[in-house]
């Protein structure tokens, strides 16, 4: 089910969370990466831009979430207990 255009120039909230993504989409951005990039770091195997605000499980392990900083650009950090 797509919102009405109406409501997405208006609700800019379509940009936060997976569950819009797929509303508006049909799918998610925030893809599994299977590059080397991806495979050897500790962090998650995602782009932290296209998962900005989510929980995703590093390489480690951990838990981390993507949070934007001062410009808007995300970057993985662990969720401290």
Not at 16 to 32: D, I, V
Not at 43 to 64: E, F, I, S
């Amino acid at each position: 089910m797509r919102p009405s255009k109406l409501a997405v120039l208006f609700d800019k909230s379509y940009l936060k969370g997976e569950f819009s993504r797929k509303m508006m989409y049909g799918k998610t951005r925030c893809a599994r990466q299977t590059s080397k990039k991806y495979k050897s770091r500790s962090g998650p195997p995602y782009p932290a831009n296209d998962c900005c605000g989510l929980k995703r499980v590093g390489n480690n392990g951990a838990t981390y979430v993507s949070v934007p900083n001062a410009k808007g650009v995300c970057r993985w950090t662990k969720k401290h207990k």
